[in-house]
């Protein structure tokens, strides 16, 4: 029985992963502290380019996988059981039948047989491998998709809206539906960073906070962080020397939000907002597919790939003020001043009820 694998969807869910894996490998007798994990890059969500060699490049896991993981409109045969059937009861039959299929077809894409490993974690739950791990009843922990995400969207609550106890029951105990974050039957618990910022805490919820395991780090656990996710740490150094020639300067994270060219509008519109205070510089979220540096191509940018917490471990790097729409930026250590746009900004672009989800519930 191996021990520990970690299902990522996301650059951050790999970050965070390292977090983990790091405090474990500290603590650990020194004879044991490499080769106990698995680590598998979902490929559905993120193009990870040449992640995996890098990973792998550090020897902190055991093995790095790559997962094919299909979304459900890869399978039209599932399509037939998302049909609106006019009534609670025929639609939950529907569910029912389609929770069972999709486990079914995704098996075959599912890289590793995850019966022979004693912890699982997954990240975003709510994708197909959740699916696959109750359905197979195989148990595993779950882990908060990005930084206090529940709190700004409970998904598991917004999507199951009208009736919510019952799918939840249904899920919990009976494993006749699948509700992620925390409420599949063989998911025994789910890691969050603050259970007092969500509004409605699931009995599973346990609290993992991920600045104390940022904290720990030492000067080699950072080195190794950077040599996971920074493509061209020299360039990167350039970049951060050049920087800081310039003055005050404003760091726009970008969120991949909208359609492309209403995101364009968004942050054209946020550049003209902060433009007079300082220098502006551009982060795009690794999931955001609008070309930065063909439309913004006058702002200096950073890596797309690169997690937004590596600029945490230069510390001659600092922003006057960090900016973002959705992202929780509280307490970076390179920034004077962050600012969170959140709702209130992005109503002015789409229907409030597409990004006002908590409030649906």
């Known amino acids: 029985m191996k021990d520990r694998i970690y299902i990522c969807h996301t650059y951050y869910h790999v970050y965070v992963t390292f977090l983990k894996e790091l405090k474990l490998r500290a603590e650990a007798d020194p004879a ?64 029912i039948r389609f929770t069972k299929e999709y486990a079914r077809l995704e098996a075959s894409y599912v890289p590793v047989d995850l019966r022979t490993y004693k912890d699982i974690y997954v990240y975003c739950d709510s994708d197909p491998i959740g699916y696959y791990l109750n359905q197979n009843h195989i148990r595993y922990h779950a882990v908060e ?76 656990d950072k080195q190794l962080l950077l040599q996971a996710f920074v493509r061209n740490k020299d360039e990167l150094e350039h970049q951060i020397e050049e920087s800081n020639k310039v003055g005050d300067k404003i760091l726009i994270l970008t969120d991949p939000v909208c359609a492309l060219d209403v995101r364009e ?11 007079k205070e300082g220098t502006i510089f551009l982060k795009p ?18 890596d797309a790939s690169m997690p937004m917490e590596m600029l945490n471990f230069f510390p001659n790097l600092r922003f006057k003020k960090v900016v973002t729409i959705f992202t929780e930026v509280k307490g970076l250590p390179f920034a004077d001043e962050a600012v969170r746009l959140g709702p209130d900004f992005m109503d002015a672009y789409e229907d409030p009820l597409i990004h006002r989800q908590n409030e649906q519930i």
Do not use: W
């Open 32 to 95: 044991k502290k490499a080769g106990a994990a698995t680590l598998v890059l979902s490929k559905m969500s993120n193009n990870f380019e040449n992640l995996k060699s890098r990973v792998e490049s550090t020897g902190l896991f055991e093995e790095v996988l790559e997962f094919d993981e299909k979304r459900e409109d890869f399978f039209p045969e599932l399509e037939k059981y998302r049909e609106d059937t006019g009534s609670f009861l025929g639609n939950l039959k529907n569910r």
């Open 145 to 220: 998709d990005g930084l206090n995400c529940l709190k700004n969207f409970d998904a598991a609550r917004y999507d199951n809206r009208g009736h919510f106890k019952i799918k939840a029951f249904l899920s919990m105990y009976l494993n006749l539906i699948f509700v992620q974050n925390g409420y599949g039957k063989y998911c025994m618990d789910m890691e969050v960073n603050d259970i007092s910022a969500i509004r409605y805490p699931c009995p599973r919820y346990i609290e993992l906070p991920r600045k104390p395991l940022e904290d720990r780090l030492t000067a080699e």
């Open 265 to 275: 509008q968004i942050f054209r519109d946020i550049i003209k907002m902060y433009e």
């Open 285 to 302: 979220h690794p999931r955001d597919l609008l070309d930065y540096q063909k439309l913004f191509a006058e702002y200096p940018q950073f």
